[in-house]
C-alpha cells in the first residue's frame, strides 16, 4: 500500500508538474450562481437569514472548535439554519466527473461528501455520487495510512477500511469512509486539472446535517493534515486565497478560491500577520491585540483577546477568521461591551432615535442619506503593528429603508472576524509558514 501511494502521488507530481496554481469557483449561497437562489431578497431578509445562520454556525463553533462543558447530545440549536455561506465548484470522480458544491469550512479538516449506498443521506436534487459504480479512481484507504486517525472519536477500522467520524455542534453528524479520489479543478492553463489520489471522506450516514439538496458535502480547508491545504501542500506550497465581494445586490459577481502561485499576494498595500496554531486549534486563530472605533484606541488589555482553557481544558478566547460567520463577533463579558459602548458614545453627539432591532443592539433610524459620510470605521490592531481598517460600509448594514445597525454580535466563547468585515480584502493563507497576508482590492474585479 505504501508503495502503491507513492506511485499515486508521483503521478500526481507528473501531471501537474506544469500548473502552478489551481482555483475553484466560490459562490455565495445567496447568489444568482447558486441553483437554489433563493429569488431577490430585500435587504433586510438577506441579513435576517445571514444573522440567523450565525446562530447555527456559533452553535457548531462552539462545540467542534472550542469544546463543550457537556455531551453533544445534550445541545440542540436554538434555530436551525445553514451554517455555511459560501460553496466551493469541484468536480470528482473518474471519468463521471459531476460538478458538486461543497461548502468552504475553514474550521474543518476533512473534504466529504454524500456517498452511495447511503444508510442516511439528506435529499440532493442531484444524483448522490455512487463510486463504486461510477467511479474508476475510488479507492478506500487502509486503516494503517498515516491519515487514518483511529484515535479520534467514533473511528474505526472496519475490515481493513478506516471509518471516519465528525460530529457538529448542532448535533449532526457525517459518517463513512476514506477512500482516494481524484479531484477536478480548474488551472492557470484554462483546462481542467485533475489532482489524483486525494482522500476524502465518502459519507454514508449523515444525521441530521443542515444542508440543503444542492450542497453535497464540505470542503475542509483548515491546518489539519486531512484538509485539502495540507494534502496539497507542496503542489500548493501550502497557499490559498480569496477575496469576497460586498453582498450588495443577488448578483453576486463571481470569486475564486485560488491555491499555488496564484494566492501569492504582491504590491506595498499587502500586510502580513502570524497565524497562531496549537495542536487544540483547529481553525486560524489571528493575533489581535487592540481595537479602535473612529480612530479611538480602546486601549484592551493582551489577557482580553488571550486564548486559554477554562476550568474544563477547552479552549476559549482569541481571534478567529472565520469563513462561515456573516458578521463579527467580539467576546462577551468584556471585549463586546466595551466595543458596543464606544459606538453608543460615538453616535450620542448626533442625537439619533435609536430603534430596537431582533438582531444587532445598536441601531438608528438614519436621519438623511448625507449621514453616511458621517458612520464610524473600526480598526483591528493585530500583534506586530499591523492594522486593519474595516471600512464604515463594512461596520453598519442597513435594514430596510432608513435603519442602519453596527453589524457585531456578541459570543460567549471567543472573537470571530465574520465576513461582512472581510469584505474587499485579498486574504492569502500560507500554511506552510502559518502567516495571514492581506491587501485592500475591489473584490468584484479580481477574478
Ligand atoms: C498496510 O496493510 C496492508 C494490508 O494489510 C499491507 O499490505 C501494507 O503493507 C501495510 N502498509 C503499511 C505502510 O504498513
Ligand atoms: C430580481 O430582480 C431583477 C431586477 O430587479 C429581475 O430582473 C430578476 O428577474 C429578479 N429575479 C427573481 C428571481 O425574482
Ligand atoms: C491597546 O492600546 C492602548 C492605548 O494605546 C494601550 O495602552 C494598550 O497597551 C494596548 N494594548 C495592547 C494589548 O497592546
Known amino acids: 500500500m505504501a508503495h502503491e501511494w507513492h506511485v499515486g502521488f508521483l503521478f500526481l507530481f507528473l501531471e501537474l508538474v506544469a500548473v502552478r496554481s489551481l482555483h ?35 452553535q457548531l463553533l462552539r462545540t467542534s472548535l472550542l469544546g463543550v462543558d457537556h455531551g453533544i447530545e445534550h445541545i440542540r440549536p436554538n434555530l436551525k439554519g445553514d451554517p455555511f455561506n459560501y460553496m466551493v465548484e469541484i468536480y470528482i470522480g473518474t471519468p463521471t466527473r459531476r460538478k458538486n458544491y461543497l461548502v468552504m469550512d475553514t474550521a474543518s479538516d476533512i473534504l466529504w461528501m454524500q456517498c452511495k449506498p447511503c444508510i442516511r443521506c439528506w435529499k440532493q436534487s442531484k444524483p448522490i455520487f455512487h463510486p463504486v459504480k461510477e467511479s474508476s479512481s475510488f479507492d478506500p484507504i487502509r486503516c494503517n495510512h498515516t491519515l487514518c486517525d483511529l484515535g479520534r472519536p467514533g473511528w474505526k477500522c472496519v475490515k481493513g477500511h478506516c471509518h471516519y467520524s465528525i460530529g457538529y455542534g448542532d ?62 501542500l507542496e503542489l500548493i506550497g501550502g497557499r490559498f486565497s480569496y477575496c469576497l465581494p460586498p453582498f450588495k445586490s443577488n448578483k453576486q459577481p463571481l470569486s475564486r478560491l485560488k491555491f499555488g502561485d496564484e494566492a501569492i499576494l504582491r504590491g506595498p498595500q499587502v500586510r502580513t500577520i502570524r497565524i ?5 486549534l483547529i481553525t486560524y486563530f489571528l493575533p489581535l491585540s487592540n481595537v479602535s472605533v473612529a480612530g479611538h484606541r480602546l486601549g484592551f488589555k493582551s489577557k482580553d483577546f488571550a486564548i486559554h482553557k477554562n476550568d474544563h481544558g477547552n479552549v476559549r478566547g482569541g481571534f478567529i477568521i472565520d469563513s462561515g460567520t456573516s458578521f463579527t ?17 460615538y453616535f450620542e453627539p448626533f442625537k439619533l432615535r435609536p430603534t430596537n432591532s431582533e438582531l444587532f443592539e445598536v441601531c438608528y433610524v438614519l436621519p438623511h442619506e448625507g449621514f453616511k459620510e458621517t458612520l464610524p470605521s473600526m480598526t483591528l490592531h493585530f500583534s506586530g503593528g499591523v492594522d486593519y481598517p474595516v471600512p464604515p460600509n463594512n461596520v453598519v448594514v442597513k435594514l430596510g429603508v432608513n435603519k442602519l445597525c453596527v453589524a457585531i454580535r456578541s459570543f460567549p466563547e471567543a472573537s470571530i472576524l465574520g465576513e461582512h468585515n472581510q469584505f474587499n480584502y485579498h486574504f492569502s493563507y500560507n500554511i506552510k509558514e502559518k502567516l495571514l497576508s492581506f491587501a485592500p482590492a475591489d473584490c468584484s474585479r479580481v477574478v
Not at 445567496?30 to 438577506?46: D, K, V
Not at 497562531?276 to 487544540?280: G, L, Y
Not at 462577551?332 to 459606538?343: C, D, L
Open 24 to 58: 475553484l469557483n466560490l459562490i455565495h449561497k445567496y447568489s444568482i450562481r447558486f441553483p437554489l437562489f433563493p429569488g431577490n431578497l430585500t435587504e433586510y431578509e438577506r441579513v435576517r437569514r445571514l444573522y440567523a445562520s450565525d446562530v447555527a454556525r456559533a
Open 171 to 232: 448535533g449532526s453528524s457525517s459518517k463513512g469512509i476514506l477512500a482516494f479520489e481524484t479531484l477536478g479543478f480548474a488551472s492557470d492553463r484554462h483546462q481542467k486539472e485533475f489532482v489524483r489520489n486525494f482522500i476524502f471522506g465518502c459519507a454514508n450516514d449523515n444525521r441530521d446535517p443542515a444542508m440543503t439538496k444542492e450542497q453535497s458535502g464540505v470542503f475542509g480547508l483548515n491546518m489539519e493534515p486531512l484538509s485539502l491545504a495540507r494534502q496539497l
Open 276 to 280: 497562531i496554531h496549537a495542536p487544540t
Open 329 to 345: 463577533a467580539f467576546m462577551s463579558g468584556g471585549p463586546y461591551e466595551r466595543i458596543i459602548e464606544t459606538f453608543k458614545a
